[in-house]
């Protein structure tokens, strides 16, 4: 499984945009990125997922450059309801039961 | 729609006591995933089965163990319990095949007294 490094925490401002970034310099062709929400006593809540290039949808924007060995989550004009805690993480398509590893995530704090 | 459910959603044990936690995926998801997160931790993977197999290990103790059965709900059993067994338990559901994406259930919070 590729190993990820994220920032440990970052602060914003409400209406700002943020982006966090993980690294994963030993990603494998057929390795997709997955990156996931946890608020407090809550389970994780899936965001967006991508191969490469640039994928969006209604909650953020994830953008891959093409050596895949890094990638951005992007939030964009955050609220105080974003604090919250952001996984990346990086694996392969399984044949079912692949299991989901969360390494260390990123606490994102959103100030009024 | 229909999300992953876990019950009960708050259990306390004495040391050495049993547990059962209890999980039903979305309908039609046939992959079951458990893990475990104590406080300020990250989730940590314990097991995970598929089409009502093992299909994964993770860091999960001896002392538990966890099965799928024909209707895919899954249940983790839990015994001798010990005082660093407390945390929150996640059930999380997926579709197996392709690349997946994991629903994650609100959760068991486990005191162990």
């Known amino acids: 499984l590729a190993k990820t490094t994220q920032p440990i925490s970052m602060d914003s401002y409400e209406g700002q945009e943020v982006n966090i970034t993980c690294s994963h310099n030993?990603?494998?062709?057929?390795?997709?990125i997955t990156w996931y929400q946890q608020f407090p006593s809550q389970g994780p809540r899936f965001i967006i997922q991508?191969?490469?290039t640039k994928v969006t949808n209604e909650v953020a924007s994830l953008f891959i450059p093409a050596d895949r060995k890094s990638s951005t989550l992007s939030l964009p004009r955050v609220s105080l309801s974003d604090t919250a805690v952001y996984y990346c993480?990086?694996?392969?398509?399984?044949?079912?039961?692949?299991?989901?590893?969360f390494g260390a995530g990123t606490r994102l704090f959103v100030k009024a | 729609a229909a999300g992953v459910i876990q019950s009960p959603r708050h259990l306390i044990k004495e040391k050495r006591e049993t547990a059962t936690l209890k999980c039903y995926p979305i309908?039609?998801?046939?992959?079951v995933y458990w893990y475990q997160q104590g406080p300020g931790q990250d989730p940590q993977f314990l097991i995970s089965?598929?089409?009502?197999?093992?299909?994964d290990k993770g860091s999960i103790p001896d002392r538990f163990s966890a099965q799928q059965f024909s209707d895919y709900h899954s249940e983790l059993n839990m015994s001798s319990l010990e005082l660093g067994d407390s945390a929150l338990y996640f059930c999380?559901?997926?579709?197996?095949?392709?690349?997946?994406?994991?629903?994650f259930g609100s959760g068991t919070q486990l005191s162990v007294l």
């Open positions: 999380a559901s997926s579709l197996g095949q392709g690349a997946e994406k994991l629903f």
């Open positions: 030993n990603i494998a062709t057929n390795d997709y």
């Open positions: 991508g191969y490469k």
């Open positions: 993480l990086v694996g392969p398509p399984g044949t079912g039961g692949f299991k989901t590893i």
């Open positions: 309908p039609r998801h046939d992959t």
């Open positions: 089965f598929y089409e009502k197999m093992q299909s």
